[in-house]
């Protein structure tokens, strides 16, 4: 029975991260076309960098498999990737703060994108 409880806090944890970083998408990308204040920006920016980190941390000490991410958090990647585009088209790249938040978000992807690469692999070394 404690298994079962914990695997449901895990695909709670999971689905909440997933849920937070596409809103948190939506009200970057709302905020930059509003031209709302730069530093406004760079707090969400921040906390979708932080909520990035916790779903990487999440995916890398759990069971988690790719399929578990992607029904989880489907378009999560293109959410991410438009704010960065978005952020980088009304060029708020160029100040520093903002830049280093989207390079560490960016890595974060990329991370992901890692884990998720060895997942398959392991999944396909397991069926051969």
């Not at 990308?29 to 709302?36: G, H």
């Not at 920016?45 to 992607?70: G, I, N, P």
């Amino acid at each position: 029975m404690v298994s079962i409880r914990l695997h449901s806090m895990a695909a709670f944890t999971l689905d909440q991260l997933c849920s937070d970083l596409k809103r948190t998408a939506g009200e970057i990308r709302t905020d930059i076309r509003s031209r709302t204040d730069a530093t406004a920006v760079l707090d969400k920016l921040w906390y979708m960098q932080d909520q990035l980190h916790r779903l990487v941390a999440h995916v890398s000490d759990t069971s988690s498999t790719e399929d578990a991410v992607s029904n989880a958090c489907p378009n999560l990647f293109p959410a991410v990737i438009d704010v960065l585009k978005t952020v980088a088209f009304h060029k708020l790249d160029r100040l520093p703060a903002l830049a280093q938040a989207c390079e560490h978000i960016n890595n974060h992807l990329m991370e992901l994108e890692r884990i998720k690469e060895n997942q398959q692999s392991h999944s396909a070394a397991a069926r051969a």
